[in-house]
């Protein structure tokens, strides 16, 4: 079976781009997972798809997703 890695970077050669590097991929499955726990589970790969719409870094677009994730938590 194909790791995740090798995906991403097949992929990304497909795409004609890099694949993110080990850190910008952690902060990527980290924002995942806060869009999947504070919504619901769709809105991961949606959120993945806005940070490279937006052309935020994965960094950034995490810590924006903790603080939605708050924002939200305390509104409930």
Known sequence: MTT???WAEQFAKA???TAP???EADALL???GIAAHASERTAAPLSA????R???S???AKDAAR???AKLESES
Not at 49 to 52: D, E, L, S, T
């Open 4 to 6: 995740a890695t090798e």
């Open 15 to 17: 795409l004609g781009t």
């Open 21 to 23: 590097s080990e850190e």
């Open 30 to 32: 980290g924002l995942a």
């Open 49 to 52: 798809w806005i940070v490279g």
């Open 54 to 56: 937006a052309g935020a």
């Open 58 to 60: 994965p960094a950034e």
């Open 67 to 69: 603080r939605l994730a």
